[in-house]
């Protein structure tokens, strides 16, 4: 499954669209589908945000170590930086731990 994490803009053909971060992370934790795709927004609105998700990853990567493919199409400068800043160290520390 592929999904669409996006308060506003609809998901592009083939993805499944989604408004909250903890919809994301429930399909992921409890293992529902095989997710092997996420592209993520910053802005959610009611004080929720994308980068929720990374962090969540982030805080998983010892146990999960199958990462889905994750995109960020947020719109927003500085919050494009900051989940770019968490979804590389999750790449780096998953490399890592593939090779340990």
């Known amino acids: 499954m592929k999904i669409w994490l996006d308060d506003v803009r609809k998901a592009p053909e083939g993805w499944v669209w989604l408004d909250r971060s903890q919809s994301v992370i429930d399909l992921i934790e409890h293992n529902l589908v095989e997710v092997t795709d ?6 959610l609105g009611y004080d929720d945000c994308g980068l929720n998700v990374l962090l969540w990853l982030e805080a998983q990567q010892f146990v999960n170590k199958v990462l889905p493919k994750i995109y960020i199409h947020s719109l927003n400068p500085v919050g494009h930086k900051q989940m770019q800043q968490v979804l590389e160290k999750i790449l780096q520390n998953s490399e890592n731990n ?3």
């Open 38 to 43: 996420i592209s993520l927004d910053f802005d």
């Open 98 to 100: 593939l090779h340990t």
